[in-house]
């Protein structure tokens, strides 16, 4: 992908019904950086996976979709944000799933405890910044 400093949306195919109907880019970039808007673990009907591991795993899975669209990957991450409905309850499980993705070169990374996300029985949300290309090496 060519380095522009124009801001860019990025829409996989997947997200464009999203796009359209919340009018939200999944991603922007601008230079080499990438913005990644909240991933949830939603099925194909926008239904949350059962459980924390199942959503962060799916969250995690769009993330890197998203990511590829944007033309970097998981090892350019430079920053994570989750948001946790159970942040104590179910953070141990949750670093188990995010250390399968980043098993090391962490990035920076902030939990926050939250009272509800955008559905009900969504339990985390998960955004990122990344930088193309800082990953290699």
Known sequence: MAVTTK????????????YDAY????ATRVGDTIWV???VGVDADVKPAEGMQAQAQIAFECLKL???EAGASLADVVELTTFHTDLRGELEAFTTI???YFPSRY?????V???QLALPGLCVEIRAVAVAGSGEG
């Open 23 to 26: 009018h939200f880019s999944p």
């Open 113 to 115: 405890g939250v009272t």
């Open 98 to 100: 995010k250390d399968q």
């Open 107 to 111: 990035p920076s990374w902030t939990a």
């Open 66 to 68: 998203v990511l590829e």
């Open 7 to 18: 801001r860019q949306s990025i829409v996989p195919p997947p997200f464009q019904a999203f």
């Open 37 to 39: 808007s909240g991933q």
